[in-house]
């Protein structure tokens, strides 16, 4: 433990330079502002950035700081659009809209923005604790898992989303299910086959992310603020408060140190990333501190779970990217690129060879995330001059970040049609007040399930059986069986509970009036 606190101050040593340390302010800002922009999200920024720190012939260790920095700044970035817009930056931010826009709605946003802060805040630094305690132990843990043990993960994750389904299980299961059917759109990887494309050639990629994102929450959003326009409805009013209390914090604590734990072993598994952590920790808040029904009205637990999932989960992911080589996430992947233009290959012996590189990278990540949370909150007034400004004068500014963040993608106007009928689609099921995260959510994780089935069932020329072979596997089934069958069976026993009390206060009324 002594020598890895050596190692640790000795990464406090590279990354306090004034360079590093201004990169790190550079990169924290740039990535609050990208994260902040629908469609870009944490990989293009930091894809954006890798040619620049490369061409500026800054050291390796710089621009990994610069990069990282990057990316803890989009985690914190995708929250504001999410809240303020109902407009996730990215898909790890789309829980957070469910209870941080009916916050804005209500008045809150600077509430809402100030405790997502805190909870990112709290989350990324827990998961960084992790990373400097038990990297190895964790990295040679995510090596068990397998397709098999990734599909079990993936169902799990699935069951979780009948937490999100709340009094309306059969419109959420629909939108679950529309969700799947989107991410089958595009050639088959394993037999070639054209699913679902009509002939066009746009489609044979499958629907992009950024479209659908876009479509059903940027576009339909501003259908409803025209309806609302045309209405003569009036603008939200903001409470004047935009720090939380410590009421609120105490209220948000435990959710948000659970979130944080959970979301790093998350994000420790390659490839599982921030979208499953955030949907599973919302939904275990939602099961655990639930009582009264609040949860997606506008709920502060609902923000902060989620907000300190992600977090936590991109933290986790440089993991396995340290360890073994094996980049976490996306983003991760993306610097791992980086990391080849130095002629660097991350891996077991990267902590024997470079260890100024590693640790001054760990380093660095607690630098950066305090000063996102020193240039978050004060920036929180800023940010809810949002709200301030009429729709009028607002929609036409979404709907232009949102056109220009589908095109850049593509380049092709194809995506902006899609965009358009998917948002009009996405207007259409808000009116009949379908629930759109668990759509969003069975089309980003339908892609991942059949890919880690297929991967299982081919490893096994078809035999089913792989699916339970494995303690990880038989976890994971148990857990879900669990998560589909215990909620239903307890609110059947507080039903009937119910009626019979109600029969005994009945004879008892008289009784007590006799």
């Known amino acids: 433990m002594s020598s890895t606190l050596d190692h640790l101050m000795t990464g406090f040593g590279v990354a306090l330079t004034p360079m590093n340390l201004m990169l790190a302010a550079v990169g924290s800002f740039i990535g609050t502002v990208v994260g902040m922009l629908p469609g870009l999200g944490p990989i293009n920024g930091v894809a954006i950035l890798m040619p620049l720190a490369f061409a500026l012939n800054l050291p390796p260790e710089s621009a990994l700081i610069l990069l990282v920095a990057v990316y803890l700044g989009c985690e914190y970035g995708g929250r504001i659009s999410s809240i303020l817009l109902n407009v996730p930056g990215d898909a790890a931010a789309i829980m957070t809209a469910v209870d941080g826009y009916p916050m804005a709605r209500k008045g809150l946003g600077g509430v809402a ?41 993936m169902v799990f994750a699935f069951a979780c989303l009948t937490g999100l389904m709340g009094d309306q299980p059969v419109k959420a299961g629909l939108a679950a299910v529309l969700g799947l059917s989107l991410a089958t759109v595009g050639i088959d990887a394993n037999s070639g086959v054209y699913r679902y494309t009509f002939d066009s050639v746009h489609l044979a990629d499958g629907i992009q992310f950024v479209a659908v994102v876009i479509g059903l929450f940027s576009i339909s959003e501003i259908l409803l603020m025209i309806e609302q326009i045309t209405a003569g409805n009036t603008m939200i009013t903001q409470t004047g408060r935009n720090m939380f209390n410590l009421k609120e914090m105490a209220q948000t604590w435990w959710g948000t140190v659970r979130s944080s734990i959970v979301g790093f072993f998350v994000g420790v598994l390659p490839g599982a990333g921030a979208t499953i952590a955030s949907a599973m920790t919302y939904s275990m808040e939602k099961r655990l501190t639930d009582t009264e029904g609040t949860f997606g009205k506008g709920d502060i637990r609902g923000v902060a779970a989620p907000e300190a999932a992600n977090n936590a989960s991109a933290a986790g992911s440089f993991v396995p990217m340290l360890t073994l080589g094996v980049p976490g996430s996306g983003t991760t992947a993306v610097m791992v690129g980086a990391l080849a233009l130095y002629n660097i290959t991350p891996g077991p012996a990267l902590f024997e060879q470079r260890p100024t590189l590693v640790w001054g990278l760990i380093a660095s990540m607690f630098i950066g995330n305090i000063m996102l949370l020193a240039m978050n909150i004060p920036m929180i007034r800023i940010f809810t001059r949002i709200l301030s400004v009429p ?124």
């Not at 827990?126 to 038990?134: E, F």
């Not at 081919?458 to 669990?482: A, H, K, P, Y």
């Not at 507080?494 to 029969?503: L, M, N």
Request: proline residues 5%; charged residues 10%; contains cysteine.
């Open 113 to 153: 923005l100030s405790i997502s802060a805190w909870s990112s805040f709290v989350g990324s630094m827990i998961a960084i604790a992790g990373l400097v305690v038990a990297a190895p132990l964790l990295a040679s843990w995510a090596l068990a898992f397998g397709p098999a043990e990734y599909f079990a993960l």
């Open 391 to 514: 729709n009028w004068a607002l929609v036409p500014g979404i709907l232009a970040v949102s056109t220009v963040g589908v095109y850049a993608i593509h380049a092709t106007t194809f995506d902006l049609v899609l965009m358009t009928v998917l948002g009009v689609i996405g207007y259409v099921l808000r009116k009949l007040h379908m629930p759109m995260a668990p759509l969003i959510l069975g089309f980003v994780l339908g892609e991942l399930i059949e890919q880690n089935l297929r991967r299982a069932l081919s490893m096994t020329n078809g035999d089913w059986s792989i699916l339970t072979e494995s303690g990880i596997s038989r976890g994971f089934w148990v857990c879900t069986v669990l998560m589909l069958t215990v909620p239903f069976i307890v609110r059947a026993v507080i039903q009937r509970r119910r009626q019979r009390a109600i029969p005994a206060a009945v004879a008892a009324t008289p009784e007590q009036a006799g």
